[in-house]
């Protein structure tokens, strides 16, 4: 077995999962008719009308429900499984730790590769980039993006949703899906 090259860092909810999973249970549970394309900020109570502790009490009610049954990103798989021949995958997620056998489950039935799967419960994945030495991250938060790559001094590859679209600084590289991330990010390792 080669070893591998470079550690990916990827998040996976908007980035690995199709970024309008949510948008269903949403619709359903608050009762409104939104798309994708109307969540244009990542806190979504102000487009729900209702209050962080309401949203948070349904979140923990259905985050299991939602993570289990999530959609893949469209041609997500494609570049992760070519990756995986020569790179290591590291997935760092917000998502709590009690979540990790439910995500476990959920990329050993979509046959995802993955080096290791770290569920930090929070946004600030600083940390846990370093301590993966990971060289490149990708990523759908804004603000985590911006971040990362500042003070990591790395690229991150930013899947554009329309939550994200505010300006970024050089080392952030905006893709529109999992096609053209997979051509940029060939072409970065082969002129690294």
Not at 132 to 160: G, S, Y
Request: aromatic content about 10%; glycine content about 2%.
């Amino acid at each position: 077995m080669t070893e591998k090259k470079l550690t990916f860092g990827l998040d996976i909810d908007g980035t690995v999962t199709d970024p309008a999973t949510f948008v269903p249970y949403l619709n359903k549970h608050f009762q409104v008719d939104i798309t994708l394309e109307d969540i244009t900020e990542y806190d979504l109570t102000s487009l729900l009308n209702v209050s962080q502790q309401e949203f948070w009490k349904w979140m923990k009610i259905h985050e299991k429900s939602i993570y289990s049954n999530a959609v893949l990103a469209h041609k997500v798989e494609q570049a992760l499984l070519d990756w995986n021949k020569n790179h290591k995958m590291i997935y760092i997620s917000a998502r709590g730790h009690h979540l990790h056998e439910a995500t476990l489950e959920w990329f050993n039935t979509h046959n995802l590769p993955y080096h290791h799967i770290e569920l930090i419960g929070q946004h600030d994945k600083i940390e846990s980039i370093k301590k993966h030495q990971v060289h490149l991250f990708f990523e759908d938060k804004h603000d985590n993006a911006c971040n990362i790559a500042e003070e990591c001094q790395m690229p991150v590859v930013l899947l554009d949703t329309p939550y994200n679209r505010k300006p970024v600084p050089a080392n952030v590289q905006r893709v529109q899906n999992w096609q053209e991330a997979k051509l940029w990010v060939d072409n970065w390792t082969k002129n690294r």
